[in-house]
């Protein structure tokens, strides 16, 4: 807004208002003692456009931003832990911890010989990106193997300054309120392990919510984390008498997204001096981004739509392939796109390039 209020333009405008009888040129006596009060305006301006931008939520930083979302009642996500599933060979003591390439977790609970939950002691997604062995950081006697099996709760990391701006908006353009699917969407969104969720109004019956969730990266949830989720909405044992945040009278329902393997097929012209090796790992990658960004997008589709050109284009974009002929999803047709359920997510199956199947990428 004040972009135009320079040292030199205010300078300017300040020697303009001295009679011309008098010397303006720089080093005289009026312009030393013009010139440092222009500079301080200059910076003064500078100050009162930096307010301006923090002032509104499109463009104010992270800090004001939080500031301003604060008179609606907004906050942003904080990180949580994963929560994971470990074996082991023997009943381990609570409180111990394990180590998997640097990311700690600690033994909370037993849920069966030899099987416990364990919490990373680092918030954030990184939490559940290990599987498989993990090593003892204490002295366990008759310890043999330990390894995690499986992820139950989702790590989550802060919620992202844009994604926040972008939901601080959101919550003028529909009204939340006494239970309406927005109502579930902003609440069920802000339970941690969730990255998106469906409401189906009555699907059961009168009287029934049918909800649908996503993990924070995307994936299907674990029946343990689907009970979770449904004792904070509408406890089983008190269903549809309000204990949750479910409205009285609302029974809901809760289950996880589905995953479905999809395989690719594609025919195409490799070069001849193209390393088929690292070409098929780059065309596996490529697709595979492709299928979570389409995951991502899922809460907020109807249903999603594979697109076998699209997948075509990001292959002919790979250095060593010289063209694409066709793209095939699960043998259908070449180029002919695949519409999943609408709560079905992708998960990349077999990829196969002039007959070879890609593996171990």
């Known amino acids: 807004m004040f972009e135009n209020m320079t040292f030199k333009y205010i300078l300017k405008r300040a020697l303009e208002n001295v009679s011309n009888d008098v010397d ?58 994963a929560v994971v599933k470990a074996v082991f060979n023997i009943d381990v003591p609570i409180g111990s911890r394990f180590s998997a390439d640097g990311v700690v977790y600690y033994v909370s609970e037993k849920i069966s010989d030899g099987i416990f939950k364990m919490i990373c002691e680092t918030k954030g997604s990184e939490g559940h990106r290990h599987f498989g062995r993990i090593l003892p950081l204490d002295n366990i006697q008759g310890l043999e193997s330990a390894e995690i099996s499986e992820v139950i709760v989702t790590g989550e990391d802060e919620e992202d300054t844009e994604v926040f701006r972008k939901r601080y908006f959101d919550s003028f353009s529909a009204l939340a309120f006494g239970g309406n699917k927005k109502d579930y969407i902003e609440k069920v969104n802000l339970i941690s392990g969730v990255g998106g969720c469906k409401v189906y109004p009555a699907f059961f019956g009168g009287g029934t919510v049918r909800l649908v969730i996503i993990s924070s990266d995307y994936s299907f949830v674990s029946d343990e984390f689907v009970s979770q ?48 090796d690292y070409i098929y790992g780059k065309v596996y990658k ?14 907020e589709c109807d249903n999603i739509e594979i697109v076998a050109m699209k997948i075509g284009a990001d292959v002919f974009d790979i250095i060593g392939v010289k063209n694409v002929f ?4 699960d043998g259908g047709n070449p180029f002919l796109s695949r519409v999943l359920d609408d709560n079905q997510i992708p998960v990349l199956g077999e990829v196969s ?9």
């Open 24 to 81: 303006k040129r720089q080093g005289s006596v009026i312009y030393d003692a013009i010139a440092p009060c222009c500079m301080e305006l200059a910076k003064m301006y500078l100050s009162i456009d930096e307010v301006l931008n923090e002032t509104f939520a499109d463009s104010a930083k992270r800090e004001y931003l939080i500031r301003r979302a604060k008179e609606r009642g907004l906050s942003p996500k904080e990180a949580s832990a």
């Open 229 to 276: 989720v449904k004792e904070i909405v509408d406890p089983y044992e008190f269903s549809g008498q309000g204990v949750g945040f479910a409205p009285i009278g609302h029974k809901v329902f809760v289950e996880s997204v589905q995953p479905i393997g999809v395989n690719v097929s594609i025919s195409a012209q490799i070069a001849d001096d193209g390393n088929f």
């Open 286 to 299: 490529k697709i595979s981004d492709y299928f979570s960004e389409l995951s991502k997008g899922w809460a």
């Open 326 to 329: 066709s793209v095939a999803i």
């Open 353 to 361: 390039i002039n007959d070879k199947v890609l593996e171990g990428f």
